[in-house]
């Protein structure tokens, strides 16, 4: 195969060809779900675009440019840059309690040359690439061996541990899940998650019992939000009473009374599915949700037909990631599951959460595009 090594372009394609296989659906999809969050974050500021739904709009343009620039790059260099992408993420992540800003008690975010990181998002993606890069290049009948096994464990377990001192319970156990679901995904037996699944419930006591004090009270909360309405339960409070009181069809666009009172807090971040649900109301919600299925079920094509074990786990993976993101924060704001500070994909604003997932849909696509042009299972070493 003829590429320039460095930038992993494949010449046996020209520009429009790589264009021509572009899930345009996909992305078009997204653009909607972005404009949605623009317009909500506009209705937030009452009425201005400055300076969330302005950003939110820019990074999103900009991220949509980012995917076009990573699906023209072949497999083959992604899966070169896996490691190395994962292991300076984790060095960002290891300095966000030493040099981290702190906001509302905990530190999750680096300022770099003017910018605010938060390297929790960026490990969502480089997690998954490196359990990709690993699982395709490990042979099938070692998936499941201990020795080989301990690796992505270690893999998984470091950023999990790096979250939790932030602290920020939420994402660590996306980690979590987001590894384990890779495993599975790879072959690893499903008795060495029921095992796991046992040691989990024999530990679950003691890591209670290690949560930091407003950790468990978002439990207790969650547990009985009634409990104490004006406190801990406030803003579980709010937001089912701001999305009960929108109706079948709400109440209009910045008509919802709940966030125009300022009764509703964090409505730009992690309550923007309230905010929007609110104004648009139940059919709102469910035209939302149907956009997100339909990302979803297009990223789970793309794994489902994709040539190489690598970009198959890379689409599933990232599905699963999106999947977890999109399920966790309505789950949350509904009161399903406890407050833990996980954004809505396209809708919350924040830089870094836009720009991991513009990176996964980059990644997607890529394995996508290039269909056969891949390398084959076991053909890069593991650590080459």
Request: aromatic residues 12%; glycine residues 10%; contains cysteine.
């Amino acid at each position: 195969m003829s590429q320039l090594p460095i930038l992993g372009w494949d010449q046996q394609l020209t520009l429009l060809q790589k264009l021509w296989r572009v899930d345009w659906p996909l992305l078009a999809v997204a653009a909607i779900i972005a404009i949605i969050g623009t317009a909500t974050l506009y209705s937030v500021a009452g009425g201005s675009f400055q300076p969330l739904a302005e950003r939110h709009a820019f990074r999103f343009v900009l991220g949509l440019g980012l995917v076009l620039v990573m699906t023209l790059i072949t497999p083959r260099a992604w899966m070169a840059l896996a490691y190395p992408f994962y292991g300076a993420t984790l060095v960002l992540l290891a300095l966000v309690p030493v040099l981290g800003v702190e906001a509302l008690g905990a530190r999750r975010w680096l300022t770099m040359a003017g910018f605010s990181v938060q390297p929790s998002e960026l490990m969502k993606v480089a997690l998954v690439a490196a359990l990709a890069r690993y699982y395709h290049w490990l042979p099938a009948e070692r998936v499941s061996r201990p020795l080989w096994i301990l690796l992505p464990m270690a893999m998984i377990a470091v950023p999990v541990v790096l979250t939790l001192r932030q602290p920020d319970l939420g994402t660590g156990m996306l980690f979590l899940l987001i590894g384990t679901a890779i495993m599975f995904l790879a072959g690893v037996s499903w008795l060495l998650f029921a095992a796991a699944g046992a040691a989990s419930l024999i530990a679950l006591p003691y890591v209670l019992e290690g949560l930091h004090g407003y950790q468990r009270k978002r439990i207790e909360t969650f547990l009985d939000p009634d409990k104490d309405p004006l406190g801990a339960g406030y803003h579980i409070t709010q937001s089912k009473i701001a999305l009960g009181s929108g109706g079948l069809e709400g109440k209009g666009f910045m008509q919802g009374t709940q966030s125009r009172l300022e009764f509703l807090p964090e409505k730009h971040t992690d309550f923007a599915f309230t905010m929007f649900g609110e104004e648009w109301g139940f059919a709102g919600a469910i035209f939302l949700i149907a956009l997100y299925a339909f990302l979803l079920a297009q990223m789970l094509h793309m794994a489902w037909h994709a040539k190489s074990h690598f970009g198959r786990l890379i689409a599933a993976g990232l599905s699963m990631t999106l999947f977890a993101y999109v399920f966790i924060n309505i789950a949350m704001v509904t009161g399903l599951v406890p407050v833990v500070g996980v954004p809505l994909p396209l809708m919350s604003y924040g830089g870094s959460a836009m720009l991991s997932l513009m990176a996964a849909l980059g990644l997607a696509m890529s394995s996508h595009v290039h269909g056969r042009h891949y390398p084959r299972r076991n053909e890069i070493g593991p650590f080459c």
